[in-house]
């Protein structure tokens, strides 16, 4: 019986992962917040809910790298290299 309950266990946790809820309510709550129209009412308050969830999860997972992001949050950007220059040769003489 205990083999049993052992494989069921493992068949529900594969059929779970290869389903992936979470990653589904994820994307499911990103289109949402970057739709051409907003949700508005319970919609709204719903993918704020995911949102705040997933980084919580994140944060929960990933302290030093939260911390560190959190630090830097304002930082002015790096900057840019100079531009590329490019290398002409002279036109063939005879």
Known sequence: MTALAVLAALAAGYG??????AQRTFDWAYRQRWAKHRPTGARYWAMYAVNSAENIGWLA???VRGWHAWR???????????????RTTPPDTP
């Open 16 to 21: 779970l992962g290869r389903y992936r809820p």
């Open 61 to 63: 997972l990933h302290p």
């Open 72 to 86: 830097h949050r304002n930082d002015p950007p790096p900057p840019r290299s100079p531009a590329v220059r490019i």
